[in-house]
Nanobody, 123 residues
Framework: QVQLVESGGDSVQAGGSLRITCAASGNTYSIKCVAWFRQAPGKERDWVARIYHYGGSTDVADSVKGRFTISQDNARSTVYLQLDSLKPEDTAMYYC????????????????WGQGTQVTVSS
């Protein structure tokens, strides 16, 4: 089993920056990749970015490319999402997820989920 805990969400003004954190514990050696998803009220949960645990390669959704950066600290079993040039439409609950196999860019199939951290961007 793997436990994921997100933190760092906050309320910021448009154009601001934030770094949110996903701390993993448990059988972290089994994780193939970690991703961030987000879900705004009344909308579907969307994939934002993913990072492969071994090797560190990353992918970022086109909607946030150039503004969001995913990174990891394997020694601390932590994954970060740096959010820059924030826009009101980035307002959402941000969830991290970990997977042992497929690492798909859709919410289905991920093995573990955190409880989420709220990011609110005001104009």
């Amino acid at each position: 089993q793997v436990q994921l805990v997100e933190s760092g969400g906050d309320s910021v003004q448009a154009g601001g920056s934030l770094r949110i954190t996903c701390a993993a514990s448990g059988n972290t050696y089994s994780i193939k990749c970690v991703a961030w998803f987000r879900q705004a009220p009344g909308k579907e949960r969307d994939w934002v970015a993913r990072i492969y645990h071994y090797g560190g390669s990353t992918d970022v959704a086109d909607s946030v490319k150039g503004r969001f950066t995913i990174s990891q600290d394997n020694a601390r079993s932590t994954v970060y999402l740096q959010l820059d040039s924030l826009k009101p439409e980035d307002t959402a609950m941000y969830y991290c997820a970990a997977d042992r196999f497929l690492c798909r860019v859709v919410p289905s199939g991920w093995d573990y989920w955190g409880q989420g951290t709220q990011v609110t961007v005001s104009s």
